[in-house]
């Protein structure tokens, strides 16, 4: 069944810690770049990161420099968000996405192919 699944969201106070993860299956998942987007009540989803199908590539919105760190397992056919330090600001919905066989424009939504459910990261002040 082609899907993917976040797990990993929480509440957590600023400054904290928590780590996304996304599993995918039913796609060649060595061959398919992976975006983490967010999006907060009343405003537009927002890019994150992304990294390329080899983990070559990596990109990350100014606003998370730094403080987040995106992974991938090829092997486990996962994508892991690493998020430091975060800051009220930061509470959203989290998705991850696929974009078979892309590297080039990978902060654009419009890119992906397959979309997963969010998982909810609330950061308390």
């Known amino acids: 069944q082609l899907q993917l699944v976040e797990s990993g969201g929480a509440l957590v106070q600023a400054g904290g810690s928590l780590r996304l993860s996304c599993a995918a299956s039913g796609l060649t998942f060595s061959t398919t770049s992976m975006g983490w987007f967010r999006q907060a009540p009343g405003k537009e989803r927002e890019f994150v990161s992304a990294?390329?199908?080899?983990?070559?590539?990596?990109h990350y919105a100014d606003s998370v420099k730094g403080r987040f760190t995106i992974s991938r397992d090829n092997a486990q056919n996962m994508v892991y968000l690493q998020m430091n330090n975060l800051k009220p600001e930061d509470t959203s919905v989290y998705y991850c996405?696929?974009?078979?066989?892309?590297?080039?424009?990978?902060?654009?939504?419009?890119?992906?192919?397959?979309w997963g459910q969010g998982t909810q990261v609330t950061v308390s002040s």
């Open positions: 990294i390329s199908w080899s983990g070559g590539i990596t």
């Open positions: 996405a696929a974009a078979y066989q892309v590297t080039f424009y990978l902060s654009q939504a419009t890119t992906y192919d397959l």
